[in-house]
């Protein structure tokens, strides 16, 4: 199977020249140590930073520079700084190429579920809402299953829903899912090394293509 490293740079292998990326907390931020050699991408984050750099090495951090998962990052030359509503604005009129999300959940109908667990506590939604309405183009980056077995791939959420028929491609560890336009389902791009189709299915819930 995939590790989350491995996981990671395979997305980063979706990015393209110019875009502008948002990455989201957890699994996603990863992304920023895996881009391409000779692709430019313009990272931004959501409590108002356009273009981040790498996580800073060890005595180099500092406690001013945070993305929105309140990780220590780095600027660059071309870095600007503005207020979230600028961010949200940026995201919410449709100005943001990709943005790469974890998940509790995703139907194979493109539903995401990555906000709350009934009976837990949370700070707030995030922008994760925002981001699955306003991003042109939405990839997952998830565990196929959770600690218990199940499958997170699945025929429809359980969970809360933060947007409906939102996911074009979804990298788990064992596998790359993806549907080529929104309302088709799913197909298997690719397995993790080691990986099988029967097992791939017999530890996914979801209908997908192969």
Not at 88 to 117: C, K, P, Q, T, Y
Not at 166 to 172: F, H, L, P, Q, Y
Request: aromatic letters at 6%; a negative charge; hydrophobic letters at 45%.
């Amino acid at each position: 199977m995939w590790t989350r490293d491995s996981q990671a740079a395979r997305a980063a292998q979706e990015l393209q020249d110019g875009f502008y990326v948002n990455l989201g907390i957890g699994m996603p931020t990863l992304v920023a140590n895996f881009i391409p050699e000779g692709v430019d991408v313009t990272l931004q984050s959501e409590n108002g930073m356009l273009g981040m750099g790498p996580f800073p090495f060890a005595g180099e951090e500092d406690p001013d520079l945070i993305n929105a998962g309140k990780q220590t990052i780095t600027e660059l030359d071309r870095t600007s700084y503005f207020s979230s509503a600028d961010s949200f604005a940026m995201i919410r009129g449709g100005h943001v190429d990709l943005s790469i999300l974890g998940a509790m959940e995703v139907a194979d109908n493109g539903d995401i579920a990555n906000w709350m667990i009934p009976g837990k506590m949370v700070k707030g939604m995030g922008g994760a809402m925002d981001l699955v309405a306003g991003v042109k183009k939405i990839i997952v980056l998830m565990e196929h299953n959770a600690k218990d077995g199940s499958a997170k791939f699945k025929r429809a959420c359980t969970l809360p829903l933060t947007g409906r028929q939102v996911v074009d491609m979804v990298i788990s560890d064992l596998a790359v899912l993806a549907r080529p336009a929104k309302g088709a389902p799913f197909k298997l791009i690719e397995l993790a090394p080691g990986v099988d189709l029967e097992t791939l299915k017999a530890r996914t819930e979801g209908h997908f293509e192969v």
